[in-house]
């Protein structure tokens, strides 16, 4: 069975790959190296030994995306491509709006086209904004997120749910947490393009002193240690929950479905905590120097992730430090290709 995977050779979409083929899927990728790189494609094959279908294209290009479903007979889609970094968004935010919604609709016109149906949707925490409660479960009210990016989310959110429902289509939202980690083989990563904004690529390139410090952004919140608390999801185990999820849909007997889930440990870890996590697990040294609260910081977040646990059989397993620890193989799997 044919699973159309867009973004294929990002963080999540590259582990994610890695388990639908060890769980047998055929995979096809579309991903337009925008960001990401070549070699990912290669060490799949190398942690897997087989070989997605990789196309690398666009996913704007409208007539390409259509010769795809031509040529493979696809059975469902997990959309991972997106633009995702949340300060850029405020500076352009037309670019997020286009890339991450018109690759969206042109997805689901071709499903429409074809009569197709089981849609995964990447979407994340950031549609919960400042959560009046924690931990943070699936009927939580939404907020507006304050970036385009998180709009991008919680629009595209919409969009599912009208295509579900006008179509009679199988549809499944899936709202990350923090997603950190490496696989374990070190093959595979995140590759963050310049200077990281996400808290984890910023202490592991400090730990390599490619970064003098680390800015810990505010250490007066209300919590136990006056640094902001969120939820750090291992990527292995997140990308596991994608392969469950896929399943449910795919055994699904009504014709029209929208499930959401939250993918999270359940546990928050304050900035702190993450820093002294890293440190333990690597045995290296993190300089670090409080600054102000970064704009747009909310305080907590952490997921109540029991109906994932409950309906698709998934939950985190991977502790933090097993996560970090991950993260630094990577790291020094990264410095030898320089
Ligand atoms: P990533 O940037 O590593 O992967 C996205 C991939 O999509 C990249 O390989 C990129 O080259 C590709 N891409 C982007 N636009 C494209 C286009 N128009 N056509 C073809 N390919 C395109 O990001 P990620 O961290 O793996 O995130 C995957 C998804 O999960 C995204 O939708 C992101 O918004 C969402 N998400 C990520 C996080 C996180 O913290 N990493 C949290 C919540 C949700
Ligand atoms: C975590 C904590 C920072 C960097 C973002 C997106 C969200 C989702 C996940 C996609 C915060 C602190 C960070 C640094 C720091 N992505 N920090 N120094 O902000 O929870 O969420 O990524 O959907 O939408 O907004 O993640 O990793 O940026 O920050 O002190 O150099 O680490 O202030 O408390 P965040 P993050």
């Known amino acids: 069975m044919t699973i159309l995977v867009t973004g294929g050779l990002g963080y999540i979409g590259s582990h994610t790959v890695v388990e639908l083929l060890n769980n047998n899927f055929d995979v096809v990728i579309v991903d337009d190296l925008s960001n990401s790189e070549k070699f990912i494609l290669k060490n799949i094959e190398e942690v897997t030994g087989k070989k997605p279908v990789f196309y690398p294209f666009d996913l704007k290009r409208k ?11 696809i059975a469902g889609c997990i959309n991972f491509a997106a633009y995702k970094a949340v300060g850029e968004s405020q500076e352009k935010p037309l670019d997020y709006y286009e890339n991450n919604l018109f690759t969206l609709i042109n997805i689901l016109q071709e499903f429409k086209r ?15 904004g400042q959560a009046d409660e924690q931990p943070i479960d699936e009927n ?19 969009i599912l749910k009208d295509f579900a429902t006008a179509y009679q289509k199988k549809v499944t939202l899936l709202r990350y947490f923090n997603p950190i980690g490496s696989h374990p083989s070190a093959l595979l990563g995140e590759l963050p393009l310049g200077i990281p904004n996400n808290l984890v690529p910023y202490v592991t ?9 680390l800015s810990i952004w505010g250490n007066d919140y209300p919590t136990a240690d006056g640094t902001a608390i969120r939820d750090y999801i291992y990527v292995v185990d997140l990308a596991k929950a994608h392969v469950k999820a896929l399943q449910k849909l795919l055994d699904e007997t009504s014709e029209t479905v929208i499930d959401i889930y939250n993918l999270g440990t359940g546990k928050g870890s304050s900035v702190l905590e993450v820093v002294e996590a890293f440190e333990r697990a690597n045995h290296v040294e993190v300089p670090y120097q409080i600054c102000e609260r ?45």
């Open 63 to 73: 007539e390409l995306l259509s010769q795809v479903f031509d040529a493979h007979e």
């Open 114 to 128: 074809r009569n197709l149906s089981n849609f995964i949707f990447s979407s994340s925490c950031t549609v919960y």
């Open 140 to 158: 939580t009210p939404l907020k507006t997120p304050e970036s385009s990016y998180g709009k991008t989310k919680q629009m595209g959110e919409e």
């Open 205 to 213: 390139q400090t730990a390599s002193k490619i970064r003098e410090k």
């Open 294 to 338: 970064r704009a747009g910081d909310i305080t907590v977040a952490f997921a109540n992730a029991d109906k994932a646990e409950r309906e698709l059989g998934w939950k985190a397993e991977t502790i933090l430090e097993e996560a970090l620890r991950t993260t630094w193989e990577w790291q020094k799997y990264l410095q030898t290709r320089i």
